[in-house]
């Protein structure tokens, strides 16, 4: 039987975010960051053998910006535009000041990833680090069937998800932070491999490894097809 869901979830993760901002992202962004660039450079790499001189990518929780935005924006080929989504006001002011010197190339946007919305086909890849886990599981469907959407034929998915099957996870004080509340949701390893591809995807990498601590996540690259 699923817990049921905090209330005002929304609002409480982006409280947190605001308070925890600067200890997040010394503490386990920075851990974190080879993980993140390894799969990143995958995805560079497939889009550079598709011959793409640009690229087009929606970051789902970006976050402060680092490592993961600027990684892309520094690509020589392909050029990246980047649109960063956060809940958190205090995260995009720090990816606004981490950031600034490829403010041509970029565009935050606040608010909860659940209520973007993108005409069809708009992005080349769209990635979630660390990001779409704290979305009930069920919005993480209705998210999916989105995602799908916004990505060009021929375009990339990449995230990571709990390889635990919860409906409902919280801290109190995540990284020993008195404001650090925080909540977390998943399918399993196998399901939310399965929610990748029940709305079009074909999974081309899946692997499950520690990202920091005892944390450890299923990672998916996945592909929507030509037509």
């Known amino acids: 039987m699923s817990e049921p869901i905090p209330p005002n979830l929304k609002a409480r993760m982006k409280a947190s975010y605001d308070a925890?901002?600067?200890d997040y992202n010394t503490e386990f962004y920075k851990i974190a960051d080879t993980l993140r660039i390894d799969y990143l450079g995958r995805l560079v790499a497939l889009l550079q053998s598709n011959g793409n001189d640009t690229a087009a990518v929606l970051e789902l929780g970006c976050g402060a910006?680092?490592?993961?935005?600027?990684?892309?924006?520094?690509?020589?080929?392909?050029?990246?535009?980047?649109?960063?989504?956060?809940?958190?006001?205090?995260?995009?002011?720090?990816?606004?000041?981490?950031?600034a010197q490829?403010?041509?190339?970029l565009t935050l946007l606040e608010g909860d990833m659940l209520a973007l919305s993108f005409p069809a086909a708009n992005f080349d890849a769209v990635t979630g680090f660390y990001s779409i886990i704290h979305l009930p599981r069920e919005e993480q469907i209705q998210l999916m069937s989105k995602i799908?959407?916004?990505?060009?034929?021929?375009?990339?998915?990449?995230a990571n998800f709990l390889i635990e099957d919860m409906s409902t996870l919280e801290e109190d004080k995540w990284l020993g932070h008195e404001k650090g509340w925080m909540f977390w949701?998943?399918?399993g390893e196998k399901m939310s491999v399965e929610m990748v591809e029940n709305v079009g995807f074909t999974v081309l990498l899946k692997e499950v490894r520690q990202a920091v601590d005892d944390a450890t996540f299923v990672w998916v690259l996945a592909r929507k097809g030509e037509s």
Do not use: C, M
Request: charged content about 20%.
């Open 20 to 22: 925890i901002a600067e």
């Open 65 to 99: 910006g680092v490592p993961a935005t600027k990684y892309l924006l520094e690509q020589e080929k392909p050029v990246f535009t980047l649109t960063g989504n956060d809940i958190s006001t205090t995260q995009l002011n720090l990816a606004r000041s981490n950031l």
């Open 102 to 105: 490829y403010h041509d190339r």
């Open 148 to 158: 799908v959407e916004w990505i060009k034929p021929g375009g990339y998915f990449l």
């Open 185 to 187: 949701s998943g399918w």
